[in-house]
């Protein structure tokens, strides 16, 4: 049995929880999210618990039933409290701004560079952080990480942008070469 699968799922006051077959929609304060289960999963509520459990025991099976189960508790988390990311632009001359749906970024670049913000996503910038937040998790990271690839921290003055706890590894230089 998966460690993680055979967790009960909590629900929080103030969310509600429909299984339909393979169906489950969440629904709380932050808005709603649905997803369609893998075959092979059970979901049943007791109360203000949902169980997820297999089928049958093959191999894909139980590979599935942990996601399965914390596929279903980041939806209940991200409808009742959300999900953010931070990340940190450190840089001479790097500026960000936010434009409407646009996030326009000055990299060091000879151009400026216009992010597209999607619309389940709400940004926020504080002089060189930017705040990323919503209620999809996957979302919410696979946004902090196009943006982070934009300019990622190089290793020797740690200019690009980073995760604000993320910690980069300094290279010495060519001084350091000649000193040794």
Known sequence: MS??????IKVPSGVNAAIDGSNVTVSGPQGNLSLKTLPGMVIKQDGDEIIVSRSNEETMSRARHGLTRTLIDNMVVGVSQ???KKLEVNGVGFRVN???QDLKLSLG???EITYKIPETVKLAVDQNIITISGIDKQ???QVAAEIRALK???PYKG???KYVNERIIRK???SAKDKA
């Open 3 to 8: 460690r993680v699968g055979k967790q009960p």
């Open 82 to 84: 959300g999900f953010n």
């Open 98 to 100: 936010l434009a409407g």
């Open 109 to 111: 670049y000879s151009h």
């Open 139 to 141: 979302q919410v990271g």
């Open 152 to 154: 990622k921290p190089e």
């Open 159 to 161: 200019k690009g942008i």
């Open 172 to 174: 010495a230089g060519k």
